[in-house]
């Protein structure tokens, strides 16, 4: 591991590919979407990289969509990761009554449509989950398919806009000891 001064796009176009795949990885759980999008680099502004992250997804087949899922947490669960727990910082500390709501609708929802519930959490209460949650309840598979990748799409873009900030990060660079 190495610390870089990342300076947004033009560090991210540098990157090898493999530095650039893991990147992306770490917005979005689809291989297929991170090879991609990295395989198209250089991108002139940060715009068309939202855009063509977008295009991508938007062709992802089930099973690559299910990959991606597989990256997400329940939400109510406690988060495995810096960017999922961030953007589930306003379930923490929710009503115990509405964990324990929410951990019965993710069961059911599971049963029901065969993934995780995925919505793009940012920071929202608990309580909005929850209600977003037995909403969408309502919605035949086919709908609620489109709903997810919708809603991933909003978490990717927020993920690879957070990315294209600058700062200081450290890249595992391949090097063994």
């Known amino acids: 591991m190495r610390r870089v001064d990342w300076r947004g796009l033009s560090s991210f176009n540098e990157l090898s590919e493999r530095q650039a795949i893991h990147q992306l990885y770490e917005c979005c759980s689809s291989s297929i979407w991170a090879l991609r999008v990295a395989k198209a680099r250089p991108f002139s502004d940060d715009e068309a990289l939202l855009e063509y992250a977008d295009l ?3 062709e992802l087949t089930d099973t690559d969509l299910d990959e991606a899922l597989a990256g997400h947490p329940r939400i109510g ?6 960017s999922s727990e961030r953007e589930q ?4 500390g929710a009503d115990s009554a ?15 449509f065969g993934h995780v519930y995925l919505v793009f959490a940012n920071g929202r209460p608990a309580d909005e989950l929850l209600d977003i949650l037995r909403q969408r309840m309502h919605n035949d598979a086919e709908t609620e398919r ?6 991933l799409a909003k978490i990717n873009r927020s ?11 450290y890249l595992d660079d391949g090097a063994t000891t």
């Open 159 to 169: 993920r690879l806009t957070r990315m294209l900030t600058p700062a200081s990060i």
């Open 146 to 151: 489109r709903v997810m990748r919708m809603e």
């Open 77 to 82: 669960d406690r988060p495995d990761n810096p």
């Open 89 to 92: 910082s306003g379930v923490a």
């Open 56 to 58: 991508i997804l938007a």
């Open 98 to 112: 509405v964990l324990t709501d929410l951990k019965k609708l993710n069961a059911a929802y599971e049963e029901r």
